[in-house]
């Protein structure tokens, strides 16, 4: 299910853009701001709309550790600003002046892209606030970019439908003609997976374009093959161009949006349609997943964004996780266990755990020292991916019913020592030292914090308690 819980209406004009931080959710718009909003409360927060850009602003995106928030504009600059306050940071103007389309912070956060409409592409020094490369597309207005999850290179996306890769010193490594009209978006997952067989990595992309398709792409890396993107599927649900696509953070879904006004979620395994989203009343330009936590938003041309709350308990296969609620984990059948790898984006390994009667109670047992010498998973980092996740599978087994004011909102976990802080949130007490001693903002608000006094909710403490014990019984 996909939710709809709010709606921002406070841009004057079409949204553009939207983004999110572990705290924030940005927006801008053609009338020329960027509004910036709690997530606790979908609250516009006090230094907001921020001001500064003379034109319309086509992108904004926060830093990796949402420090830093940046924008770009028609009148030519990328923007940095402070998320805390809304302080103007630095203007870094584009070569030439040419309209900004679309900015992006590389994952060290030590350079942000900043791509325009006469091709020019910029990666600025975030410290220095110098140029540190520069490059061109060799036709058309730059639309889009991404970063690989490493860093080691990006990939850029142009009106006239290239999606070409770069290295990080800017060099062109491959580029090929993608989308007959242009290229609208683009975005790739944070998972690479690694084929030990053929010994290389591959990333998975999205684009979408004016030709009203969405594609997905692998982006393989190999000593003996260099680097290569290989088409991997379309996803065909829309009936109009494609303007907007975004991976969820775990890579299991893709959203997209579209100027038939409709927003489509896939399973990025199958490729099957999980939503669709028709509560926009005008072209949908953007689309964006919360870093960590089950929300979507959604920008449209009809001055509005729309915050959905997701239920992330379907599983690739089509089979909703409400079945595996009735089933426990242990008495999971040799195919429930294939849903779930497929869920996981595991689906390689069927195969392997059918072959050897994988089942649930097999499957909680699996460990380092199995997946190695039973299962013969001789890559470090496949069995280390297979562990992780029936380690996730083991935690939400045994948290399934935790209520959520138990958990810790910085860490996500069951309070041992909750303390209230001065933004009246309860936090695990360690938690919460560890981040006032680097920042006095509110981790629920961002706002500044009044005082760093820290005051034991004892009540809370009673609660989890007594909850603890129900369980034991």
């Not at 207005?141 to 860093?151: E, I, K, Q, T």
């Not at 981790?443 to 034991?472: D, F, G, V, Y």
Request: charged share 20%.
């Amino acid at each position: 299910m996909a939710t709809l819980i709010h709606t921002l209406a406070d841009h004057s004009d079409d949204v553009n853009y939207c983004a999110f931080s572990s705290s924030c959710l940005a927006t801008c718009s053609l009338d020329k701001t960027v509004r910036v909003y709690s997530l606790s409360n979908f609250a516009e927060l006090p230094y907001s709309p921020l001001e500064g850009h003379a034109y319309a602003v086509h992108c904004c995106c926060f830093s990796p550790s949402g420090r830093v928030l940046a924008s770009c504009s028609t009148d030519g600059t990328a923007v940095l600003w402070d998320p805390r306050d809304g302080r103007r940071l630095a203007v870094l103007p584009q070569p030439g002046a040419s309209p900004v389309r679309v900015c992006r912070f590389c994952p060290a956060a030590t350079y942000l892209l900043a791509g325009a409409a006469d091709g020019s592409l910029v990666l600025w020094n975030v410290q220095s606030l110098k140029p540190y490369r520069s490059g061109k597309v060799k036709d058309g207005s730059l639309m889009a970019c991404a970063f690989s999850p490493n860093g080691s290179f990006f990939v850029t996306g142009s009106s006239s439908g290239d999606l070409t890769i770069w290295d990080d010193k800017m060099r062109c490594l491959y580029n090929e003609k993608a989308h007959d009209l242009g290229v609208t978006c683009c975005d790739i997952s944070s998972h690479p997976v690694s084929d030990s067989e053929n010994g290389f990595t591959y990333f998975q992309m999205a684009s979408c374009g004016q030709d009203n398709k969405t594609k997905l792409w692998l982006i393989l890396f190999a000593d003996f093959l260099g680097v290569q993107l290989k088409y991997k599927c379309t996803l065909n649900g829309h009936s109009a161009p494609v303007l907007a696509c975004a991976f969820s953070c775990d890579g299991q879904m893709i959203v997209s949006g579209s100027v038939d006004k409709c927003v489509i979620i896939y399973e990025t395994s199958t490729g099957n349609t999980l939503h669709t989203l028709s509560q926009h009343t005008r072209y949908v330009t953007t689309c964006a997943f919360a870093p960590h936590s089950a929300l979507l938003a959604t920008g449209s041309m009809d001055k509005t964004v729309h915050i959905w709350q997701l239920d992330l308990k379907q599983s690739c296969t089509g089979n909703t996780v409400e079945n595996e609620s009735k089933v426990a984990v242990e008495d999971w059948s040799e195919d429930d266990v294939s849903a779930w790898l497929c869920a996981q984006d595991l689906a390689d390994f069927v195969g392997l755990f059918k072959m050897n009667n994988i089942d649930g109670k097999e499957l909680l047992k699996l460990n380092k020292e199995s997946l190695a010498n039973e299962l013969k998973i001789e890559s470090l980092g496949l069995r280390s991916k297979v562990l992780q996740k029936i380690e996730e599978l083991r935690m939400t087994m045994s948290s399934v019913s935790v209520p959520d004011e138990f958990l810790c909102p910085i860490t996500r976990e069951l309070m041992n020592d909750p303390v209230i802080a001065t933004d009246g949130y309860s936090y695990e007490r360690e938690a919460m030292e560890n981040w006032i001693s680097n920042r006095r903002s509110s981790p629920m608000t961002n706002l500044p914090l009044h005082s760093l006094m820290l005051t034991p909710n004892r009540t809370l403490k009673m609660a989890i308690s007594r909850w603890l014990e129900s369980q034991q019984k």
